[in-house]
T-cell receptor
Framework: QKEVEQNSGPLSVPEGAIASLNCTYSDRGSQSFFWYRQYSGKSPELIMF????GDKEDGRFTAQLNKASQYVSLLIRDSQPSDSATYLC?????????FGAGTRLTVKP | KAGVTQTPRYLIKTRGQQVTLSCSPISGHRSVSWYQQTPGQGLQFLFE???????NKGNFPGRFSGRQFSNSRSEMNVSTLELGDSALYLCASSSNMDYLGEQYFGPGTRLTVT
């Protein structure tokens, strides 16, 4: 069974802090990794994708991938109340896309 | 560039009926995927179409089917509706031919089965 695991949260951080979201996956052959943000009542919005080991930065967001440990994370720097949402991790391999259950993040002013 | 559009946005059906949902991808995108999202099961992959061909299929019963037209628009059909089919149905499009690329989701169709 190919699993994608996320801590369901809620994860609460103060405004301006770094929020760290984690995701582990079981399929060692996984090729691509995605982070989506989903506001309540809305559809998922792609915010980051990463294919290679290491870090990838885009504005306040940094995705980190460690294939040996089967671990992908998302860091949100200078967290804002508008970042409060559910963050979904998605893992792709060989025509199979799997989503984690999501981590609910709350950023408190 | 316009985003992914889905119609209708909301739908109420009774058990045993069938339903057809529609999705128009981002212009130029040839891959369209369908997902079911429920509070209990999360986001689950239904199937993916590329150039009018179903390339991938998730683990759903045969009551769930789809198709894609030459203009890349896609439809999803659910026959003999069950209460458990109540969910948010999301369509996502991608420009990547080998499906390694990122997907962009539409607003979804909220289906309620009574």
């Amino acid at each position: 069974q190919k699993e994608v695991e996320q801590n369901s949260g809620p994860l609460s951080v103060p405004e301006g802090a770094i929020a760290s979201l984690n995701c582990t996956y079981s399929d060692r052959g996984s090729q691509s990794f995605f982070w989506y943000r989903q506001y309540s009542g809305k559809s998922p919005e792609l915010i980051m994708f990463i294919y290679s080991n290491g870090d990838k930065e885009d504005g306040r967001f940094t995705a980190q991938l460690n294939k040996a440990s089967q671990y992908v994370s998302l860091l949100i720097r200078d967290s804002q109340p508008s970042d409060s949402a559910t963050y979904l991790c998605a893992v792709y391999n060989n025509n199979d896309m799997r989503f984690g259950a999501g981590t609910r993040l709350t950023v408190k002013p | 560039k316009a985003g992914v559009t889905q119609t209708p946005r909301y739908l109420i059906k009774t058990r045993g009926q069938q339903v057809t949902l529609s999705c128009s991808p981002i212009s130029g995108h040839r891959s369209v995927s369908w997902y079911q999202q429920t509070p209990g099961q999360g986001l689950q992959f239904l199937f993916e179409y590329f150039s009018e061909t179903q390339r991938n299929k998730g683990n759903f019963p045969g009551r769930f089917s789809g198709r894609q037209f030459s203009n890349s628009r896609s439809e999803m059909n659910v026959s003999t509706l069950e209460l458990g089919d109540s969910a948010l149905y999301l369509c996502a499009s991608s420009s990547n031919m080998d499906y390694l690329g990122e997907q962009y989701f539409g607003p979804g169709t909220r289906l309620t089965v009574t």
